[in-house]
């Protein structure tokens, strides 16, 4: 949080925030929401937007721009963030819990509560690696195996294959909509699948491998995900990953 008087960068920083509202009332905030040296991972600002989006409000702040993953989609809760974000910057006193309960009744409509119960998962994974870890708050932090243990990937990949039953019923009485819904949840399911290519490949055969390759491959051309960091092609990684068989 930028008003945390614990942390010497974020008192800077708000103190430079308090200067400008006292010289001007038309403050522009630029911000980032992705975490460039590895977009698979996403960007753990949740837990401070609304204090940091009461705060501009409070200081006479009338835009705000953010920096996200250029040119390719962001493959960790895009959708959500775009209108939590968007939410917050009309009302950053409204209720943050009713903002993503409300979004993912509406857009993940029967499996809802498990991609509540995978982003509060995902956020405790944060909570705990940068308690034991030492994840700092930058846009910039390496990722390793030490972070993501095969533990927590099942433990993710269970919630959504939940979710994944949830709207299985549709499949036959309305495969249209199955069809969206699944190729929504499906999207967040490549956090996990990323990672098990990455790190724990060698718990799968040659041939399972090629075919999570493939799938990840095909999913990624099909969500537009063309980077997988700054600058970077997906592409590259999946030549990786290939290159291991």
């Keep these: 949080k930028l008003d945390d008087p614990t942390s010497n960068t974020n008192a800077l920083e708000y103190r430079k925030l308090r200067g400008w509202q006292a010289i001007t009332d038309q403050i522009e905030y630029y911000g980032y929401s992705a975490n460039f040296n590895d977009f698979f991972f996403g960007y753990n600002d949740w837990g401070g937007a609304q204090r940091l989006f009461q705060l501009l409000a409070e200081s006479n702040a009338v835009y705000s721009t953010w920096c996200d993953t250029n040119g390719t989609t962001n493959p960790v809760f895009q959708e959500l963030r775009t209108y939590i974000w968007t939410k917050l910057s009309w009302d950053p006193y409204c209720d943050f819990g009713e903002l ?125 995900v063309t980077s997988y960091r700054e600058g970077y092609s997906v592409q590259i990684r999946i030549n990786e990953f290939r290159s291991r068989i």
């Excluded at 972070?147 to 990949?157: D, L, M, Q």
């Excluded at 709207?167 to 956090?191: C, F, G, H, M, W």
């Excluded at 996990?192 to 090629?210: C, F, N, P, V």
Aim: hydrophobic share 30%; net charge negative; glycine share 4%.
């Design 100 to 224: 993503i309960e409300k979004f993912c009744d509406f857009y993940y409509e029967d499996a809802s509560s498990s991609v509540i119960g995978y982003y509060n998962a995902l956020r405790e994974h944060y909570a705990y690696i940068e308690s034991e870890n030492g994840l700092p708050g930058t846009v910039y932090y390496t990722h390793t195996s030490a972070n993501w243990p095969y533990a927590v990937v099942r433990k993710f990949e269970k919630i959504l294959e939940q979710g994944m039953e949830s709207i299985s019923q549709y499949q036959e009485s309305d495969p249209e909509k199955y069809a969206v819904l699944s190729e929504r949840l499906n999207k967040e399911t490549l956090l996990y699948r990323y990672i098990d290519l990455q790190w724990y490949y060698g718990y799968y055969t040659k041939q399972q491998q090629s075919d999570m390759i493939d799938a990840f491959e095909a999913d990624c051309a099909a969500y537009g």
